[in-house]
């Protein structure tokens, strides 16, 4: 086993773990913890398989965007009272089946195939020379679907505030 | 031992910043004390500069007390997700030519991504509290930091066009002198948003010590509360030295040491503005802050980007 | 390998958080679970067929804005309905008008 395997492997477990976490877990802050080792384990993974520039957006924008999105969401549906507000969880048999059998289903048909990648690294002009190259048409899109959202966001806030 | 290596950086990195932040304290008192037309600390050695030694065994030696109430382990660790980012951020700004301590290709958004991981802490700390006021705080003080990231950012990004490239190092061999009068708006967007990214004044009513009882760390005390302090110091420190690098050009004026000390003077006179500032201007109320952020910083920050991009067209 | 199994867990993982949270936070929180997974997957999977690194990381990163502006809408949804019905969990959103 190579040093980057065992990078590898221990990004992998962080990931899982985390996973797990939020999963399990009916505690708020609990919850989003968990769900930011598994994000920042996600950027870890990024960074061995030799891509920084994937690695560092990846906490700008999910761990420093998005995880606080869910943080502020949580808070704001919840008063951090006295009582201990549970994210509410039904756990479930049939649940637990289907979710093993995603797993038994991915684990054999990907796990014979996928070797494990050998890094590649990449420095982030090779990246913007790509986006602004042959993928110019998906990034332009990229554009005009973050404006849409952007927008959205907007109609959807005002609108639930007018009624 | 390339982990050995990165303990003791970071070591370095957290006394730098708690050393600085003693040293600031200091220096905050006094230049306050001077605008006020008052003396400020001048009991202990000359002009009260032993008032910082005397400062940390205060802070050390008080209870550190915890809410019965409080979800405890988060509670007790949540400050340090607030510092450890901003401790973090200061290893890729370029001291040297061609030296930084992390001198990654990818750092200049490194130093934008990590201190975004503070925000978490805070709302952390916040919610693990269980009290209104803390929470309201908190999230007051999240809306503010994630809304001048973008400013913020963008105002960067305009000099990462003009270098084309994100490797600090490389942005510094880049500058040129005339970069500053190019970017200047670009460099003030990103001095406004930084002192409202450390919740500083103006900017500070998410704490406003003395309205809202510090809002999200009201619950803390002794050495968790100085976390907070030094957190917020260490990011006045990080963001000045930044700015002074990537907008002023650092060590860029003068060859060798006298070029390292020229960085230093610059990002001095930084934090004195920003102290210069907070003592000047009464605080902005929550809904003219937001509206400074999205009407008048982003559109500049935007104009600014597009100047240089432009411009570097043509370079 | 290595990687193929522990993104399969983490995506089954959140699999199981998107049917058994009834919090609408919850679920999304399973649904960025899947696209972490996923986009692990889809990078070391193009890495061991030899795909080219900044192909690569170009497509990873367009697949993290998507998901990006997809929490954004779901979680402006989500604080709108709980404005309108006080309400987050999804088995009390009966309505489909109102």
């Not at chain 1, 968990?34 to 690695?55: H, I, Q, R």
């Not at chain 2, 809306?143 to 990462?160: N, T």
Request: proline residues 5%.
């Amino acid at each position: 086993m190579s040093a980057n395997d065992l990078a590898l492997a221990v990004t992998v477990t962080v990931m899982v773990a985390g996973a797990a976490g939020t999963v399990l877990t009916s505690d708020v802050p609990r919850l989003v913890i968990s769900l930011g080792t598994f994000l920042l384990g996600v950027a870890a993974a990024f960074l061995v398989m030799g891509s920084p520039l994937l690695a560092v957006s990846q906490v700008f924008v999910y761990v420093g965007g998005v995880l606080v999105l869910v943080l502020f969401a949580l808070m704001m549906v919840r008063r951090s009272g006295d009582e201990k507000p549970k994210v509410a969880t039904r756990h479930d048999l049939g649940a637990a089946v289907i979710a093993l059998g995603v797993f038994v289903l991915l684990a054999a048909v990907l796990g014979p195939v996928a070797a494990d990648p050998t890094p590649v690294v990449t420095a982030p002009n090779e990246v913007g020379a790509i986006l602004l190259g042959p993928s110019l048409v998906a990034f332009e899109l990229v554009g005009v679907l973050l404006l849409a959202a952007l927008l959205a966001v907007l109609v959807i806030v005002k609108g639930g505030e007018d009624s | 031992m390339t982990f050995l290596w990165g303990l003791l950086w970071g070591l370095a990195a957290v006394m730098f910043i708690a050393g600085g932040a003693v040293i600031g304290v200091w220096w905050e008192r006094k230049v306050a004390a001077r605008i006020q037309m008052r003396l400020g600390p001048q009991q202990l050695g000359p002009a009260g500069v032993l008032q910082m030694i005397a400062d940390v065994p205060k802070l050390l030696f008080k209870e550190d007390i915890v809410p019965d109430n409080a979800d405890k382990p988060i509670f007790r660790y949540a400050p340090m997700a607030v510092f450890a980012p901003i401790a973090m951020s200061v290893a890729v700004i370029p001291f040297w030519a061609g030296w930084a301590p992390l001198d990654s290709t990818v750092g200049m958004v490194f130093y934008l991504a990590f201190p975004s991981i503070g925000v978490l802490g805070i709302l952390l700390s916040a919610w693990s509290s269980h009290n209104t006021l803390a929470t309201i705080g908190g999230m007051r003080a999240a809306a503010q930091m994630v809304s001048y990231e973008v400013p913020r950012s963008l105002a960067v990004l305009s000099v990462i066009v003009l270098a084309g490239s994100l490797q600090p190092t490389e942005v510094m061999d880049a500058w040129q002198w005339w970069w500053i009068p190019l970017t200047f708006v670009g460099f003030v967007v990103y001095f406004i948003a930084s002192i409202a990214e450390m919740n500083r004044g103006p900017f500070d009513l998410p704490e406003a010590e003395s309205e809202l009882v510090a809002g999200y760390f009201s619950d803390y005390s002794g050495f968790r509360w100085a976390i907070f302090m030094m957190g917020e110091y260490g990011a006045l420190i990080s963001a000045s030295l930044f700015g002074a690098a990537v907008f002023l050009g650092g060590y860029r004026w003068l060859p060798g040491v006298a070029g390292l000390a020229v960085f230093l003077v610059l990002a001095m006179v930084l934090i004195t503005a920003v102290m210069w500032i907070k003592w000047t201007f009464p605080r902005l109320r929550q809904d003219q802050l937001m509206t400074f952020c999205w009407t008048v910083l982003t559109p500049l920050a935007i104009v600014q980007l597009v100047v240089a991009g432009v411009v570097a067209l043509w370079l | 390998m290595i990687v193929a199994i522990g993104c399969a867990a983490a995506f089954s993982l959140g699999v199981y958080a998107v049917l058994t949270r009834r919090d609408v936070i919850a679920i999304l929180a399973g649904a960025e679970l899947m696209l972490g997974a996923a986009n692990v997957q889809l990078v070391a999977f193009a890495l061991s067929r030899g795909g080219d690194g900044a192909v690569v990381s170009s497509f990873a990163l367009i697949v993290l804005v998507i998901a990006a502006a997809e929490a954004a809408v779901g979680m402006a949804l989500v604080v709108t309905a709980y404005r309108r019905t006080r309400r987050t969990l999804v088995d009390e959103f009966g309505e489909v008008s109102g």
